[in-house]
């Protein structure tokens, strides 16, 4: 497999070392994970699943009405909300009016309520090992609404949890550098970018998302 010093001196070449830099992210230690409020975590998950399918400026603009409609997050509020008034909310032209993505917001906080019985969301997103990070993304997906693609790995980049995220320009760098062929679908597929992402941390003494923000700017 192709060394990560390779993939940083093509990137390094498109952009300058500066440019290259300014642009990495560095991840929450999992003190600072533990740490983080609940109502941030539900905040950002919810940010992220409207985010989803529209322009990011969109959601960010209307983002404080969200926060004041859904009392900053608070995850027993927004748990106890009835139906009558999430179906309310779809008449409040501050928001973005999707119903799905609404009552999301709803069952998401029961399930940050349910992992309190496991030391919090915190604690839990903490304790998660970064060799199995694809694992992360799947039981994200599996214990709340509108997490599968791609959205359980950019919550997880939103909140500092080092992670990769399968965007199209990491696949393109990807396939470019050797390391798939095609789309890294299913299971094996990830698992297979998984490993070579271990390998190249390894390499690099980079976290999994510096290596990816580097790889997509290898090609882009």
């Known amino acids: 497999m192709v060394r990560f010093?390779?993939?940083?001196?093509?990137?390094?070449?498109?952009?300058?070392?500066?440019?290259?830099?300014?642009?990495?992210?560095?991840?929450?230690?999992?003190?600072?994970?533990?740490?983080?409020?609940?109502?941030?975590?539900?905040?950002?998950?919810?940010?992220?699943?409207?985010?989803?399918?529209?322009?990011h400026?969109?959601?960010?603009r209307k983002w404080p009405a969200f926060e004041e409609v859904f009392a900053g997050f608070d995850p027993d509020f927004c748990a106890a909300l009835p139906d009558e008034r999430i179906e309310e909310l779809l008449a409040d032209r501050r928001l973005i009016r999707n119903l799905p993505k609404l009552r999301a917001v709803r069952a998401n906080a029961r399930a940050i309520l349910e992992l309190r019985a496991e030391g919090g969301i915190g604690a839990w997103i903490a304790a998660w090992p970064e060799e199995d990070i694809v694992g992360s993304w799947d039981e994200l997906a599996r214990r709340f609404q509108q997490l599968g693609g791609n959205?359980?790995?950019?919550?997880?980049?939103?909140?500092?949890?080092?992670?990769?995220?399968?965007?199209?320009?990491?696949?393109?760098?990807?396939?470019?550098?050797?390391?798939v062929e095609g789309e890294p679908a299913g299971k094996p597929g990830r698992a297979a970018v998984q490993a070579a992402f271990l390998d190249w941390r390894k390499e690099a003494g980079r976290p999994l998302c510096q290596l990816s923000q580097i790889l997509a700017l290898s090609v882009d």
Do not use: N
Not at 23 to 36: D, F, G, K, N
């Open 5 to 55: 010093a390779e993939i940083e001196e093509a990137a390094i070449a498109r952009h300058g070392r500066p440019a290259v830099e300014a642009r990495l992210v560095t991840p929450r230690s999992p003190e600072e994970l533990r740490a983080l409020p609940e109502d941030r975590y539900l905040s950002a998950m919810s940010l992220r699943i409207f985010r989803a399918g529209l322009a």
């Open 57 to 60: 400026a969109l959601v960010d």
């Open 151 to 179: 959205s359980a790995a950019h919550f997880l980049r939103m909140v500092g949890k080092d992670t990769f995220i399968l965007t199209d320009a990491v696949v393109r760098a990807l396939r470019q550098w050797g390391v």
